[in-house]
């Protein structure tokens, strides 16, 4: 089978059918090493087919392995640039926005779902990113709106999974590093009523054997949101005129 980027080299003009997609992504993956030398190039092709256009987004399936494909080739800071650029960081957020309705439209807890899953990896990428390069952090918190978005999915039905919340704590902690963040956060959006809410939510799963599969445990979960809680607070004071 082809790997996907030889596909789209040969490709360069003509559409792509999802299998082949599918089945590309597959091999590029399994062989991520080849890949080294060109990390920039096949970022930007992922980014361009997936995530600033929809070319190549036939299937949730396939935009999830284009992400989880993105995510591995975005791992080291040399290679990282264009996804800390603010097309890159939008387009990620809107695309977990656009996964997140997606979702649910049927079951989000059906197994494999995987619009959750593109809705995560998209979250992951971002999160990397700011971990990679802490100049994205304010990118993310006063260009892209990044704040928004992680409340539209703490409000929504996803949040009931445990690596979509988590995911949602890490990103909001990561970007809430100025006062005006915090203070947007807390009058605009209320995020402290929203956070308090999920918490309480994985705080009555402590214990439950029906968590016991997920990615994150309630604990890991309610540490994350902990973490971005406090943040908030001590970044909200700050905000507040002495």
Known sequence: EADYFALVSSHSEGPLDSQAIESGLLVAAADVGTHASKRQERISTLLGRFVYTDRDRHTARGTSLALALLKTLGRQIDDSNELGTERAISGLLNLALEMK????????????????????????????TMLLLPETRKLF?????????????LRSNVADLAATAFLCGRCLFLSLET???????VSKL????????????????????????????????????????????????????R
């Open 141 to 153: 918190a006063d260009v892209c709106h990044g704040a928004d978005a992680v409340d539209v999915l």
């Open 101 to 128: 309705g997606l979702a649910e439209e049927g079951s989000i807890h059906e197994q494999p779902n995987h619009a959750v899953d593109t809705c995560n990896e998209a979250l992951t990428c971002v999160a990397n």
């Open 190 to 241: 209320d995020l402290p009523t929203t956070l308090a809410r999920v918490i309480h939510m994985y705080l009555d799963r402590c214990g439950s054997s029906a968590s016991s599969g997920d990615r994150f445990s309630p604990q890991q979960v309610m540490n994350e949101l902990f973490k971005a809680a406090m943040s908030l607070c001590v970044y909200y004071q700050r905000s507040i005129p």
């Open 179 to 185: 006062p005006v963040t915090a203070a947007y956060c």
